[in-house]
């Protein structure tokens, strides 16, 4: 298990400093039965890291040894010299001592960070000056690992997992910003998980605000190069390769990336070379979550939110880690599954198989259907319930046996097979509900279906033929009496999308990936216009959103007496 900036005995500590520490074979450069030789000299040339060991910094905190360096600075481990409690201490470099800009920024932040009271970032102590000037600031020392590490024995976690610590992620980064602190590096190597006895993957995020105070004028930019080559390019937002003014957003962006790696094990965006890269970010498409997934169980539900998170243009991207994390919480770790099925059902070659009648086929078909569309009921949100329309008129001549059946209500499957359309291939198919509904009326239409299958088709009919006559005219009647449908029938809902069809294709353009899914709810008025369509999800408020919007509203359905609301789901 490592320690917070170092590790156990024969483990490799983790890379953790916002400017990227490499850390050393301390037995290589360092005979530990020496360390008090020192005495807390700084000796001309000799680096740091091994001078300060065995000094007492301002009086309070021992150095016990060296456990990270990088090019700003060293960091060790310490002992508080009042009470014995061990920390971990950030030492700037001694070859900025003369840089009283430097210094005292350094100790701003350090100051700045200390404000941040949240149980997901790495809390410091104290902050002072060592006998020959330079800054030092102590922190707490913690056990566990780095995400950069962790995935590097791992692999991509389980989707639940990354979830969880996504969300402890956005957490700390919240509290930062309510601080008004921007942390501007943000990536693995900065994400500590720690099991703190009481539940284990606790993320601590670590090194606030370093980036920025070392970064604000000309002459800090080496400072600042230095931690962007050790591989920040890869988590950095566009506006901050523009070297724009940064804001929280550009915190948010980097966690999408963190998102995004932790679930397919991959960087959305890697180039030759530092400017490769940023270059990427600035010009490239973002790369669809699911197929870089390569078949691993991802919710569909998180295409969407990269989308959104990963947005070039900060205005589209969610507003705040907060906001970022409600997307989070809206999946959950146990989504409703997106059902995606094919419903290709060939009845003949089915009979000739396996040698049964044509209608226990037939029957057997709309059962499945019936199921599938069941499923997609309780998974998705559809259509909205409306009222059931009158029972459609019977065409087939049937025996009706005494007394006479009354007329039944319709079957609701009939009418909502349309809620099904996004996901229920029925390209091809011998059993379609919509079909079904009026080519199996015996069935369908709830009539005596026991009559026709009990009574010999060679048997005289039980009724008369004028009672016969009879039931047929009151069949018929509502036929000549028709008016205006309560609701668009769900043959012409199919119809009226069918007229926006290449609209809605043509919003691929903003970067609608394959096997992405939107969801539009919209109003139908009485007279067949589009009232209203919004993008539900994650998804919403995008150029993509917008733009399939504007398609839906564009389409035209027949008339009704009272119109009705749809929900619509697109499938790229």
């Not at 566990?144 to 590097?152: A, F, L, P, S």
């Not at 070039?312 to 146990?334: M, P, T, V």
């Not at 226990?360 to 009222?387: N, Q, R, S, T």
């Given at each position: 298990?490592?320690?917070?900036?170092g590790?156990?005995?024969g483990?490799?500590?983790p890379?953790?400093?916002?400017?990227?520490?490499e850390?050393?074979?301390?037995?290589?450069?360092?005979?530990?039965?020496r360390?008090?030789?020192?005495?807390?000299?700084?000796?001309?040339?000799?680096?740091?890291?091994?001078?300060f060991?065995?000094?007492?910094?301002?009086?309070?905190?021992?150095?016990?040894?060296?456990?990270?360096?990088?090019?700003?600075?060293?960091?060790?481990l310490?002992?508080?010299?009042?009470?014995?409690?061990r920390?971990?201490?950030k030492?700037?470099?001694?070859?900025?001592?003369?840089?009283?800009?430097?210094?005292?920024?350094?100790?701003?932040?350090?100051?700045?960070?200390?404000?941040?009271?949240?149980?997901?970032?790495?809390?410091?102590?104290?902050c002072?000056?060592?006998?020959?000037?330079l800054?030092?600031?102590?922190?707490?020392?913690?056990?566990?690992?780095?995400?950069?590490?962790?995935?590097?024995?791992?692999?991509?976690?389980?989707?639940?997992?990354?979830?969880?610590?996504?969300?402890?992620?956005?957490?700390?980064?919240?509290a930062?910003?309510?601080?008004?602190?921007?942390?501007?590096?943000?990536?693995?190597?900065?994400?500590?998980?720690?099991?703190?006895?009481?539940?284990?993957?606790?993320v601590?995020?670590?090194?606030f605000?370093?980036?920025?105070v070392?970064?604000?004028?000309?002459?800090?930019?080496?400072?600042?190069?230095?931690?962007?080559?050790?591989?920040?390019?890869?988590?950095?937002?566009?506006?901050?390769?523009?070297?724009?003014?940064?804001?929280?957003?550009?915190?948010?962006?980097?966690?999408?990336?963190?998102?995004?790696q932790?679930?397919?094990?991959?960087?959305?965006?890697?180039?030759?070379?530092?400017?490769?890269?940023?270059?990427?970010?600035l010009?490239?498409?973002?790369?669809?979550?699911?197929?870089?997934?390569?078949?691993?169980?991802?919710?569909?539900?998180?295409?969407?939110?990269?989308?959104?998170?990963?947005?070039?243009?900060?205005d589209?991207r969610?507003?705040?880690?907060a906001?970022?994390?409600a997307a989070?919480?809206?999946?959950?770790?146990?989504p409703?599954?997106?059902?995606?099925?094919?419903?290709?059902?060939r009845?003949?070659?089915?009979?000739?198989?396996?040698?049964?009648?044509?209608?226990?086929?037939a029957?057997?078909?709309?059962?499945?259907?019936?199921?599938?569309?069941?499923?997609?009921?309780?998974?998705g949100?559809?259509?909205?319930?409306?009222?059931?329309?009158?029972?459609?008129?019977?065409?087939?001549?049937?025996?009706?046996?005494?007394?006479?059946?009354?007329?039944?209500?319709?079957?609701?499957?009939?009418e909502?097979?349309?809620?099904?359309?996004?996901v229920?291939?029925?390209?091809?198919?011998?059993?379609?509900?919509?079909?079904e509904s009026?080519?199996?009326?015996?069935?369908?239409?709830?009539?005596?279906?026991?009559?026709?299958?009990?009574?010999?088709e060679?048997?005289p009919?039980?009724?008369?033929?004028?009672?016969?006559?009879?039931?047929?005219?009151?069949?018929?009647?509502?036929?000549?009496?028709?008016?205006l449908p309560e609701r668009?029938?769900?043959?012409?809902?199919?119809e009226?999308?069918?007229?926006?069809?290449?609209d809605?294709?043509?919003?691929?353009?903003?970067?609608?990936?394959?096997?992405?899914?939107?969801?539009?709810?919209?109003?139908?008025?009485?007279?067949?216009?589009?009232?209203?369509?919004?993008?539900?999800?994650?998804?919403?408020?995008?150029?993509?959103?917008?733009?399939?919007?504007?398609?839906?509203?564009?389409?035209?359905?027949?008339?009704?007496?009272k119109?009705?609301?749809?929900?619509?789901?697109?499938?790229?």
């Amino acid at each position: 298990m490592s320690d917070l900036h170092g590790t156990s005995e024969g483990d490799a500590p983790p890379e953790l400093a916002t400017e990227g520490h490499e850390f050393m074979d301390v037995k290589a450069e360092l005979d530990p039965t020496r360390a008090d030789a020192h005495h807390g000299v700084l000796a001309e040339k000799t680096p740091d890291h091994i001078t300060f060991v065995g000094v007492d910094l301002d009086d309070k905190y021992k150095i016990i040894r060296p456990i990270g360096k990088g090019g700003m600075g060293t960091i060790f481990l310490g002992e508080h010299t009042g009470i014995g409690k061990r920390v971990a201490i950030k030492l700037l470099s001694s070859k900025y001592s003369g840089n009283e800009q430097v210094i005292q920024r350094f100790l701003q932040e350090a100051r700045s960070a200390a404000r941040i009271r949240h149980k997901n970032v790495v809390e410091i102590y104290d902050c002072g000056r060592t006998s020959e000037g330079l800054p030092f600031f102590a922190m707490e020392l913690l056990h566990g690992i780095d995400i950069r590490r962790m995935m590097k024995q791992t692999g991509p976690l389980p989707w639940p997992r990354a979830l969880r610590l996504m969300r402890q992620i956005c957490a700390a980064l919240e509290a930062a910003h309510q601080a008004g602190i921007v942390h501007r590096d943000m990536k693995p190597g900065n994400c500590f998980v720690v099991d703190d006895g009481e539940e284990p993957d606790v993320v601590k995020v670590l090194d606030f605000g370093i980036a920025k105070v070392l970064s604000d004028d000309d002459s800090e930019q080496e400072l600042t190069h230095t931690g962007m080559v050790m591989g920040t390019a890869h988590y950095m937002s566009p506006e901050q390769a523009r070297s724009e003014a940064l804001d929280k957003r550009a915190d948010v962006y980097s966690a999408g990336v963190i998102l995004y790696q932790l679930l397919t094990g991959k960087l959305p965006y890697e180039g030759k070379g530092f400017m490769g890269t940023l270059s990427k970010h600035l010009t490239e498409p973002i790369p669809s979550l699911i197929a870089a997934a390569e078949g691993r169980a991802v919710p569909r539900a998180l295409e969407a939110v990269i989308q959104k998170v990963l947005a070039k243009d900060r205005d589209e991207r969610y507003q705040s880690a907060a906001e970022f994390a409600a997307a989070l919480d809206e999946i959950g770790e146990h989504p409703r599954t997106s059902l995606t099925m094919s419903m290709t059902v060939r009845a003949e070659s089915l009979r000739e198989r396996i040698g049964l009648p044509w209608l226990p086929i037939a029957a057997i078909g709309a059962g499945v259907v019936a199921l599938a569309v069941g499923l997609v009921m309780y998974l998705g949100d559809e259509p909205e319930p409306v009222a059931p329309p009158a029972a459609p008129p019977v065409v087939a001549e049937v025996a009706v046996p005494e007394p006479p059946t009354p007329d039944a209500p319709p079957v609701a499957a009939a009418e909502e097979t349309t809620a099904a359309d996004a996901v229920v291939d029925d390209t091809d198919a011998v059993v379609d509900a919509t079909e079904e509904s009026a080519a199996e009326t015996d069935v369908a239409a709830g009539e005596t279906d026991a009559g026709a299958e009990s009574e010999p088709e060679d048997e005289p009919p039980t009724k008369t033929p004028e009672r016969k006559t009879k039931k047929r005219e009151k069949v018929h009647k509502p036929r000549e009496a028709a008016s205006l449908p309560e609701r668009p029938s769900s043959a012409a809902i199919a119809e009226g999308f069918a007229g926006v069809s290449g609209d809605v294709s043509a919003c691929k353009a903003k970067g609608w990936f394959p096997g992405q899914s939107i969801k539009v709810k919209l109003s139908i008025s009485p007279d067949g216009a589009v009232t209203k369509a919004t993008a539900l999800g994650a998804i919403a408020g995008t150029a993509l959103a917008r733009c399939v919007e504007k398609a839906v509203k564009g389409a035209r359905f027949a008339k009704s007496e009272k119109g009705t609301s749809y929900t619509k789901t697109f499938t790229n």
